[in-house]
């Protein structure tokens, strides 16, 4: 068994259902700690995180990524018990093998690979661990970072390991993703009974008008990283439970997944905009869930497609689809993040797993991404 897969499965092992970490960030610094990395664990709430960095010169690379999982899911319907890592037809199986503790052993073994090999390589090498990202997020990344940030450290490279291959390891990387704002809708009527409507306002009648247009409004053009912004309805709440009765109110969830082309405040002022058209009293509470981010064409995914390249003869494609990371929050102190990690088919299902044929490549392409940016070039 090789060394990265061993400790793949050592942290599988670790049932660190969000937001416990159960000694996966304990494990994950006693092997950076002899590479020569200064350990820190960052507490925040329920929330375990870890700050890691091997010297104070730039450039800085950080490796991160999160112990925490999903749950699991009914029991008996997984082939075996998730946290019980097995092996079957060629591939690991158990829960965060592909989101992401594959990924975490990975990195930490292209680290001791790369250090043994190169010990006076230039710039410095971190690692930013939380057991935050599948839950709210409040206490995880973002905590992390303002600390760093208050404190002056300086970050230029980071790599975030989520599991971004589609179809082979290595043919997608994420070097952006939308930005996610919620919306909850009230919307104001006066109940009555549904015989005598002339003596009530219906305010699901009222609000369909405006719906249909929010629906049909193009928000923007999107740009050469990200297709036009979507905004979609998720929860329409109407009605007493009787059939006769008017509501006096309706509510609407709906969320927005946005571009860098677009921003909250002019999202925010448009949908105010057209339900003052339509002359509805309501209530609108807004949650603005994280902020788009975008690295274009530069040293680190020129770095990351040319490990990539090396290792798997794969040409990779930028993209910024999906949902959120935590790459929102370190692209706010660092100018280049980038995600990539193993293919996603599985995550957050029943009997979740990832071919163990990538297990050393992946790690492979994080040492070799090391070489591209970290040794000195003629």
């Known amino acids: 068994m090789s060394r990265t897969l061993a400790l793949t499965e050592e942290l599988i092992a670790l049932n660190s259902v969000t937001p416990e970490d159960k000694g996966c960030q304990q494990r994950i610094a006693e092997l950076l700690a002899p590479l020569g990395f200064s350990c820190e664990s960052i507490l925040s709430g329920a929330v375990t995180n870890l700050w890691a960095r091997r010297g104070t ?33 060629g591939r690991l199986y158990g829960r965060g093998a592909a989101d992401m503790k594959t990924s975490l052993a990975a990195m930490v073994v292209a680290c001791e690979e ?5 010990p006076d390589h230039k710039g ?3 690692f930013l661990v ?16 303002d600390k760093l940030q208050a404190r002056g450290e300086k970050l230029d490279f980071c790599i975030v390991g989520e599991p971004t291959s589609v179809k082979v390891l290595g043919d997608t990387i994420k070097n952006g993703r939308r930005g996610t704002m919620s919306g909850r809708l009230v919307v104001k009527g006066i109940q009555g009974h549904i015989a005598y409507p002339h003596l009530a ?16 409004e193009k928000w923007d053009e999107g740009n050469g990283y990200y297709l036009p912004t979507s905004w979609q309805m998720s929860n329409i709440h109407g009605g007493t439970g009787a059939s006769n009765v008017i509501p ?10 946005f571009s860098t082309a677009s921003t909250v405040e002019g999202l925010q002022r448009r949908v105010h905009a057209i339900l003052d058209q339509h002359g509805l009293e309501y209530k609108l509470d807004w949650t603005v869930g994280g902020l788009p981010f975008l690295t274009a064409h530069g040293e680190l995914s020129n770095a990351l497609s040319a490990a990539i ?10 993209s910024t689809s999906g949902g959120t990371s935590d790459g929102r929050f370190i692209a706010r102190i660092c100018p280049q993040v980038i995600e990539f990690g193993p ?3 599985s995550i957050h299902k029943v009997d979740e797993n990832i071919p163990v044929a990538e297990i050393e490549p992946l790690k492979n392409i994080y040492r070799r991404m090391l070489e591209n940016l970290l040794l000195q070039k003629n």
Do not use: K, M, Y
């Open 201 to 216: 306002r219906n305010p699901i009648h009222l609000a369909v008008p405006a719906l249909t247009q929010l629906a049909a």
């Open 130 to 145: 939380t057991s935050d990202e599948e839950g709210p997020a409040i206490d995880g990344t973002v905590i992390v970072c």
């Open 248 to 257: 006096g109110e309706v509510v609407i969830d709906f969320n927005f997944r």
């Open 309 to 318: 390249r090396a290792e798997t003869g794969v040409e990779t494609e930028l």
């Open 114 to 118: 790369f250090i043994a090999a190169h």
């Open 124 to 126: 410095s090498i971190a």
């Open 57 to 89: 010169a730039q450039p800085c690379v950080v490796f991160a990524g999160h112990t925490d999982v999903v749950p699991t899911g009914p029991l008996e319907q997984w082939t075996t018990p998730p946290f019980q890592p097995s092996q079957r037809d």
């Open 343 to 345: 293919t996603n088919a």
